[in-house]
């Protein structure tokens, strides 16, 4: 009886050292490494608290200075919109490109903070 009980256990043990090994970062897997997992899982609890802060942040600018933003989308002159970029993280050398990109949709931005708001977080970093 004993010496079945090693028997399982054994193969119990090659089981679960082939299921690992087929989980190293070396080989090419579809399948995560279970032993990461739960870092896997705060790392991407951080993430999500640090992109939901800044997305409520861009919501409140948006919020407060809605018509400055729009006015300055359609070419007037101010600093508000600059700021949204920086609140959105969106690097300096593509402002131009979003900038022209907002512009094409201003009807959609005027009549929805909420669009704006996604349109700033989609360009940014």
Known sequence: MKVKRDAMG????????????ACTPQNASHLPN??????YGTTSVLE?????????KV???V???????IAEISG??????????????IPETE????TSRLRADLAQYRHSQDALVVALMVHGA
Do not use: C, K, M
Request: glycine residues 10%.
């Open 10 to 21: 054994i193969q119990r043990f090659v089981i679960l050292a082939l299921i690992l090994g």
């Open 34 to 39: 279970p032993l990461l997992l739960p870092i």
């Open 48 to 56: 999500n608290a640090s992109y939901n802060a800044r997305r409520g």
């Open 59 to 61: 919501e409140r600018f």
């Open 63 to 69: 919020a407060a200075h809605h018509a400055q933003l």
């Open 76 to 89: 007037a002159e101010g600093g508000h919109l600059a700021q949204a970029y920086t609140l959105a993280r």
């Open 95 to 98: 402002r131009g490109v979003v």
